[in-house]
T-cell receptor, first 117, second 117 residues
Framework: NAGVTQTPKFRILKIGQSMTLQCTQD?????MYWYRQDPGMGLKLIYY???????DKGEVPNGYNVSRSTTEDFPLRLELAAPSQTSVYFC????????????????FGQGTRLTVV | AQKITQTQPGMFVQEKEAVTLDCTYD???????LFWYKQPSSGEMIFLIY??????QNATEGRYSLNFQKARKSANLVISASQLGDSAMYFC??????????????FGAGTRLFVKA
């Protein structure tokens, strides 16, 4: 099982460049998330999606955009890269069959280490 | 608004002893789930244990148990019989179940655990 796959694993961007971080899951999970983790810190939620066609902002959405055209894919777009976006980015997915089901853990990708110079 | 607080940046424990990692949370949603994740130095996120807000008993998973005190809004992780492989970063996370926030999950800042031989 591939689980959650993120590409690329490493990337160096110049200030002002744009890029898309790819995330794909093969577990038919309805929920997907993007987090960033700054050095020595916890994870901050950037955007999340509860299903295809539905996305919503998390704690730190500025400077990012997402789309969810399919259940499997949840790409994260950086339009104008800034040094403050240097971080490790994690994509995650989870499954909840109904409103009252909470006990489904998130499965994480291996992360993308992004450096903006 | 959701909030997760981990007040211990770092903890030391002797091998084979038990250790408690603290986590407090804040939410106005009566339905929520609490999670603990482990992040070893390799960077991946590993799910450890889950506690639902309506669960009557504390969750246990092998050497991991969750000391859930709902009135105090705390969800401390207890690791029994610590092993050298337990040295890692540990994150507490919360997912709210209802309201406008959907099912987004937020994380605390983490506690780095060092197990001494």
């Amino acid at each position: 099982n591939a689980g959650v796959t993120q590409t690329p694993k490493f990337r160096i961007l110049k200030i002002g460049q744009s890029m898309t971080l790819q995330c794909t899951q093969d577990m038919n999970h309805n929920y997907m998330y993007w987090y960033r983790q700054d050095p020595g810190m916890g994870l901050k939620l950037i955007y999340y999606s509860v299903g295809a066609g539905i996305t919503d902002k998390g704690e730190v959405p500025n400077g990012y955009n997402v789309s969810r055209s399919t259940t499997e894919d949840f790409p994260l777009r950086l339009e104008l890269a800034a040094p403050s976006q240097t971080s490790v980015y994690f994509c995650a997915s989870s499954y909840s069959p109904g409103d009252v089901i909470m006990n489904t853990e998130a499965f994480f990708g291996q992360g993308t280490r992004l450096t903006v110079v | 608004a959701q909030k997760i607080t981990q007040t211990q940046p770092g903890m030391f424990v002797q091998e084979k002893e038990a250790v408690t990692l603290d986590c407090t949370y804040d939410t106005s949603d009566p339905s929520y789930g609490l999670f603990w994740y482990k992040q070893p130095s390799s960077g991946e996120m590993i799910f450890l244990i889950y506690q639902g807000s309506y669960d009557q008993q504390n969750a246990t998973e092998g050497r991991y148990s969750l000391n859930f005190q709902k009135a105090r809004k705390s969800a401390n992780l207890v690791i029994s019989a610590s092993q050298l492989g337990d040295s890692a970063m540990y994150f507490c996370a919360m997912r709210e179940g209802q309201g406008g926030g959907g099912f987004k999950t937020i994380f605390g800042a983490g506690t780095r655990l060092f197990v001494k031989a």
